[in-house]
């Protein structure tokens, strides 16, 4: 038995240590503070939002009912210091500060998703914002518990599939439904929450359909046209651009009302999507339009009990197992050109205490298994076996007017290819101070040393990938990817003002990038996987401001704005996003909320040789949402995006020059929450 399955094994035995506990007769254990709101993503204890050392957002259930339709990245993509990778409607991950890819960890209720999504852009994320209660998103030395797959952040999911507290009055959910212009898209969601306890049922579920999507202008760029010396058709649609999700789960657990549960879901997705294209006049051959057609089924078991266990108050444990395949199609043909197969078990188990001195902390172990394998002519990366184990802990004390954290973490890697196999061991700590010199100041200092072991595709890859346009070649022999952050936070709130400012700085050692040969292959560029340093220097920050209040109406105005600026010693890193502001102004009323946004993206010309320029962009937003019924739960609601119908390309995006953001949309859709 190897270690990684023995530490699987451990932690799902210990993931059934609640079932005896809930038997027990264990008091429940009051928090040390009372916070404003928590976040679970990042320490197993309760922080508030307010009081984190580093930049997190939330994003609530009532937040996603009205963000964008799309993929996980399209629902990020304005939150500062996010984008989107958009290849096209299909398929989007999160950018944050400028990192993509393996370096931002998705996971789905604090469990990886075990996908295909960072092999390639237009993977699709395993998992639909619609399905989700809430999505935190963490950045920088937060990221630590998680270990170096976060380098650069971590975007965890949340649902309520497994159920960790009874339903109020023994039912409660949520329905939403939309329909909205510029793609003919159709999309519903739910949740039901049924059972006083202990045992509690849940149903979740959610829809997207759309069609070709429309833009303002010609697909293809001029930029590109100009370059290539190409004519682009003159039509205002993405063509292969429809999207079809279904996700559906469900749940039971066994709950307590001293915080005690154990519950087991199972979730099933399924996607559908196209591929946009170059659409120009020239006949580029090949083998036409593609289509991926997407499945996965997850299980999980997860639980959490009150123990008395010395220094610990509280065991926590999650084991998730999911089975991935994709297969890309030939829309012509109907023929599949390459599979891609992923299953693997995840387990964590945290023991977590917390003092009423102001002293948290949690010891905790995660294991991984997984086995990847592609079949088929485009099948660039060979079969490998994944194993990966870490031991980990995370330390707070907070004494009102000052306070520090502490994390450690020791993460194993195991690479098992066909063609070569690896090993690596990384080390990765992390600290923070924080004072609050006033009542309504909060300031803080954060580091981190975080290790990467490479991944699969960076090692072993040898062959053509259509979805980056290049013949990739990895290196074997290529060393843990290393990098030192540091962050300063400030916050300053009163009654009407509330300011928020985060400037970071990266330095990358041994910073793993993928640079021109100069050689072509199979018609395609061939780019080689190499080592070089690095460095990111960013700032983010968003105010708010409540300019009028009577009653129940205020009037309120809030702004966001982010810059990255990332370098290497051959120049910068392809598709580092442009620098972003946002101004937004807010009525309210008792039962109306109207918002009015102007989002600004600049020019960003600062590119490789192998990447062209993107031009500045202004897009205006505006919604409104209405609760008309005695029932407060029906909330109506009305969303134009891109009301000027402006062309705006993602400068992060490999698809930036074939396939624009859409044009002017508008949604109409309703909630209900009871």
Known sequence: MSRTQFLLLTASLIALAPASALADDAEPTEPSTTVREVVVTGTPYAVSLDTVTTHVDVLTRQQLDTSPLGGLGDVLSETPGVRSSFYGPGASRPVIRGLSGA??????????????????????VASDPGEATRIEVLRGPSALAYGGSGIGGVVNVIDERIPTSAADDGLEGRVAGSVQSGDDARAASGHIKAGKGPLVFSLTGSIRRTENYHVPVAPVSDAYAAANDVTPIQTHEVLNSSVDVEAYGAGV??????????????????TRYGIPFPQIEEDLGGEGPVEIHLH?????????????????????????????KHQEELVETGETGTTFISHGLEGRLELVHDDPGGHQGALGVQGVHRSFDAIGDEAFVPATEIDQAGVFTLQRWDFDTWGADLGARLDYSNLDATTGQRDFINASVSGGVFWRPAQDWFLALSAAYTGRAPTEFELFADGPHPGTGGF???????????????????????????????????????????RPTGAIEDDLPVFQFLQTDAEFVGVEASASFQAWSKGDNALSFEADFDWVRGSTPSGPPARIPPWSATGRMIFKTLKTRAQLEVRHVATQDRVTAFELP???????NASFEARPFHDEGIKLFLDGRNLGDVEAREHASFLKDFAPLPGRQVRLG????F
Do not use: C
């Open 103 to 124: 370096r931002v960890l998705v996971l789905q209720n604090g469990v990886g998703m075990v996908d295909a999504s960072t092999l390639s852009p237009d993977h699709a």
């Open 670 to 673: 309703v909630a209900y929450d």
């Open 614 to 620: 993107t031009d500045s962009y202004t897009l205006i």
């Open 253 to 270: 657990s066994y709950v307590k009302d001293d915080g005690a549960y154990l519950g087991l879901g199972i979730n099933r997705v399924e």
């Open 296 to 324: 996965q089924t997850r299980y999980d078991l997860r639980g959490q009990t009150p123990v008395s266990w010395g220094w610990f108050d509280t065991v926590r444990a999650s084991v998730g197992y999911a089975d991935y």
């Open 472 to 514: 990739e070649v990895g290196d074997p022999n290529l060393d843990s990817e290393r990098v030192a952050n540091i962050e300063g936070t400030v916050r300053w709130s009163n009654d009407r003002l509330k300011l928020e400012g985060h400037l970071y700085y990266a330095r990358f050692f041994g910073f793993i990038d993928e």
